[in-house]
C-alpha cells in the first residue's frame, strides 16, 4: 500500500513529462515539411473514414426508422446505426488507416461511440423522457429525463476513461500514467453515481416508504428509506476501491451480485404485477362460476386471496433465494449444521401436516357448503332433501374432529413425542367417560337412531313431548325447536317420548267450514271447488299445491251450524300460506254469495195450550 501511494504521489511529475514530450514531437512535426506532409494526410484519412462511417450510420438510420411504426422497430432503428458505423469503419480503417498505432486508437475510439449510443438507445427505451408512449417503465416525464440524463452522463465518462485508457496503452504510455487515467475515469464515474443518488433521494425514499402503516414491514420499509441513500453511496465507494485496487475477482463479484440483485428485483417486482392481473381476472371469473352458491362465492374469494398472497410470497422467497446465491451466501451449508439437520426436517414435517390438513378440511367444508348452498339460475336456493341438511352439518363437525385429531398426532410424532401412549389413555378415557355418561351416552345413540330413521330433519316443523316449532338445529345429543313467539327450546335426544313430523314429504291443510241450517250444503261445496280452482290457477301457489281440493263432505252439526271437511294438499310447511289465502278468499266469496257464516243462537219454542207464564207467578200478580 505504502508502494503504490509514492507511485501516485509520482504520477504528476511523470504526466507532465509526457506532455512535455508531446509537445516537443508536435514542434518537430509542423517544423519539418516531411513530417507536415504525412501529419496532413494522415488527418486527411482520418476525416475521410470518419466522414464516411457517419454517413453510413444516417443513412442506415433513416432508411430503417421511415419503416419503424412501433416502439420495438423504433429500438431497433437505432441500434442499426452504431452496429453501421463500427462496420463501414472498421473497413474505411482497413483501407485508409495510415498506421498501426492510428489504426488501433481508431477503432477503439470507434467502439467506444457506439457502445455508447447503443447504451443511450436502451435508456431511451427504458426511460424515453421525450414520448410517454414509447416509455417502458411507467414514469412521469420528469423523474424519466432525470435518469436518462443520469445514464447518459455514466456512460459517457466510462467511454471516454476507457477511450483514454486504450489510448495511452497504444501509444506506450507508462503504467502509472495508465493508472491514473483508471482512477480519475472511475472517480468521475463514482461521483456521477454519488450526485445522482444524492439528487433522487427524496423520491425514492417516498417509493420505498411506500403508503404508509403501522405494520413491521411498513415499519422497516421506511427505516431503509431514510437510509438507502447512505448505503447506495457507500456500496459505491466500496465499489471504486475494490475496482482500483484490483483486488482479485473482487470488482467481477461485485458487479456479478450487482447485476443479479438488479434482474431479481426487477424480475420480483414484473412477476408480482403480472400475479395481480392474473388474479384481478380470476375473481373476475370466479363470479361467474360460483353465482348459484352465494357460500361458494365467498370461499372462493377467500381462496383467491390466500392464492394471492402464498404466490406473492413465493416469488419473493425465490427472488431473495437468487439474490442470496448471487452473493454467494450458502443457505445449505446451514441446513448442513447438526441444529439445522435437526429443526428443517422437522419444521417440514409440521408445515406438510398442517397444510395437508388445511387442503382436506377445506375440501371437504367446500363441498359440503356447495351442496348446502346451491341455488338455481335465478339465484333461488335449491330444496334439497332435508336429511341431507340435517346430515352434513353432523358429517362436517365429524370430519374437523377427525382431521384436528389426525393432524395434532402427526404434529406431535413429528417433534419427536411417542404417540401410542396417548393414544392408549385416549381409549382408557373414553370409557371411563362412556361409564359415567350414561345419559350422553342414551343421548347421542337415540339421536344417532332417529337421524338413521329420518324421523324429523333440519327445516320441519315438529312437535316434539308436547313442544312445537321450528326445527333449526340438530348435534350429536340435542335437537332445537323455536317456536312461533321465538322461544328455542333445546330437547335432548334421550328425553324425547314422542315426535309429531308436521312437514314430513307434504302436508295438508285441514279445512272446517261451519255454514247455517239454511245453506244448501252441495252448493256451499261448489263454492269451496271453485275458490280452490283460482287459487291454484296463480303462479304464486301453483307450484306449492300438489293435488285437487278433496272434500270429506258434511262431517257433523252443531245448535247452529253445519261443518263441511276438506283439505289441500301442498308441499311442506306450505300448507298454512295456503290455509291462510284461501280463507281470506272464502271469506270474501261468501259475502258475495249471501253464505252466512253461523252465530252462536238459541231458539225457545213455546208449546201450544199452554200459559206463558207458571201459576205460581200468576197468583202472586
Known amino acids: 500500500m505504502a508502494s503504490t501511494m509514492t507511485a501516485f504521489a509520482d504520477a504528476p511529475a511523470q504526466i507532465l513529462e509526457a506532455l512535455m514530450r508531446a509537445v516537443t514531437a508536435l514542434r518537430t512535426t509542423f517544423e519539418d515539411p516531411f513530417l507536415r506532409a504525412q501529419a496532413l494526410e494522415s488527418g486527411v484519412r482520418v476525416a475521410a473514414i470518419v466522414v464516411l462511417a457517419a454517413l453510413a450510420a444516417w443513412i442506415a438510420a433513416r432508411l430503417v426508422s421511415r419503416a419503424a411504426t412501433s416502439r420495438t422497430l423504433r429500438f431497433a432503428a437505432e441500434i442499426v446505426a452504431p452496429l453501421t458505423l463500427v462496420a463501414v469503419a472498421h473497413i474505411a480503417i482497413a483501407f485508409l488507416a495510415p498506421s498501426p498505432n492510428l489504426r488501433d486508437i481508431l477503432i477503439a475510439l470507434v467502439l467506444v461511440t457506439a457502445s455508447i449510443q447503443i447504451g443511450l438507445a436502451i435508456g431511451r427505451l427504458a426511460f424515453n423522457p421525450e414520448a410517454a408512449e414509447s416509455r417502458l417503465v411507467p414514469l412521469d416525464d420528469s423523474a424519466a429525463f432525470r435518469i436518462y440524463l443520469w445514464i447518459k452522463r455514466i456512460l459517457v465518462a466510462i467511454g471516454l476513461g476507457f477511450a483514454a485508457t486504450r489510448v495511452a496503452e497504444i501509444m506506450n504510455a507508462s503504467p502509472l500514467i495508465i493508472e491514473a487515467i483508471r482512477w480519475i475515469a472511475g472517480g468521475a464515474v463514482a461521483a456521477i453515481l454519488i450526485a445522482g443518488i444524492l439528487g433522487c433521494r427524496r423520491r425514492m425514499a417516498r417509493l420505498i416508504a411506500g403508503k404508509g402503516g403501522d405494520s413491521g414491514a411498513a415499519r422497516l420499509r421506511r427505516m431503509i428509506a431514510g437510509l438507502w441513500h447512505l448505503i447506495a453511496i457507500v456500496y459505491v465507494l466500496v465499489a471504486f476501491i475494490v475496482w482500483g485496487m484490483h483486488v482479485p475477482g473482487g470488482f467481477a463479484f461485485l458487479a456479478q451480485g450487482t447485476a443479479v440483485t438488479f434482474l431479481a428485483v426487477v424480475l420480483v417486482q414484473f412477476c408480482l404485477a403480472q400475479i395481480e392481473r392474473l388474479f384481478e381476472r380470476l375473481r373476475a371469473t370466479s363470479q361467474g362460476w360460483t353465482r348459484n352458491a352465494p357460500a361458494f362465492e365467498l370461499r372462493a374469494g377467500k381462496y383467491l ?54 387442503i382436506v378440511w377445506e375440501i371437504a367444508d367446500a363441498t359440503i357448503a356447495y351442496h348446502l348452498d346451491r341455488r338455481d339460475a335465478n339465484g333461488q336456493m335449491l330444496v334439497r332433501n332435508q336429511r341431507l341438511r340435517t346430515l352434513l352439518p353432523l358429517i362436517r363437525n365429524a370430519i374437523f374432529l377427525v382431521i384436528g385429531l389426525l393432524t395434532a398426532l402427526s404434529v406431535l410424532s413429528q417433534i419427536g413425542v411417542n404417540v401410542m401412549p396417548l393414544i392408549a389413555g385416549a381409549g382408557v378415557v373414553g370409557l371411563a367417560i362412556g361409564f359415567g355418561s350414561q345419559t350422553l351416552v342414551k343421548d347421542v345413540i337415540t339421536g344417532m337412531f332417529i337421524l338413521a330413521e329420518d324421523t324429523v330433519n333440519v327445516g320441519d316443523v315438529a312437535n316434539i313431548n308436547g313442544t312445537g316449532g321450528f326445527v333449526e338445529g340438530m348435534t350429536i345429543r340435542t335437537i332445537k325447536l323455536r317456536d312461533m313467539s321465538g322461544v328455542v327450546h333445546t330437547i335432548p335426544f334421550g328425553a324425547i317420548t314422542q315426535i309429531s313430523n308436521l312437514t314430513k314429504d307434504f302436508s295438508f291443510y285441514l279445512l272446517d267450514v261451519r255454514v247455517g241450517y239454511r245453506e244448501n250444503t252441495d252448493r256451499v261445496i261448489a263454492v269451496l271447488r271453485e275458490i280452490f280452482a283460482g287459487l291454484a290457477a296463480e303462479d304464486a301457489y301453483r307450484d306449492d299445491i300438489l293435488d285437487d281440493l278433496e272434500v270429506l263432505g258434511v262431517d257433523k252439526f252443531e245448535e247452529s251450524a253445519v261443518h263441511i271437511v276438506a283439505r289441500i294438499k301442498t308441499r311442506p310447511i306450505r300448507q298454512w300460506a295456503i290455509g291462510r289465502e284461501f280463507n281470506r278468499r272464502m271469506k270474501l266469496r261468501f259475502d258475495e254469495l249471501g253464505i252466512v257464516f253461523p252465530l252462536p243462537r238459541r231458539e225457545i219454542e213455546v208449546a201450544q195450550g199452554r200459559t206463558a207464564l207458571p201459576d205460581a207467578v200468576a197468583a202472586r200478580s
Not at 330 to 344: E, K, N
Open 305 to 358: 386471496r390466500k392464492a394471492r398472497v402464498a404466490a406473492i410470497w413465493a416469488v419473493r422467497i425465490a427472488g431473495a433465494a437468487a439474490i442470496l446465491l448471487a452473493w454467494q451466501i450458502d443457505l445449505g451449508a446451514l441446513l448442513a449444521t447438526p441444529v439445522g439437520a435437526f429443526v428443517a426436517p422437522r419444521l417440514a414435517g409440521i408445515a406438510g401436516s398442517l397444510l395437508l390438513a388445511y
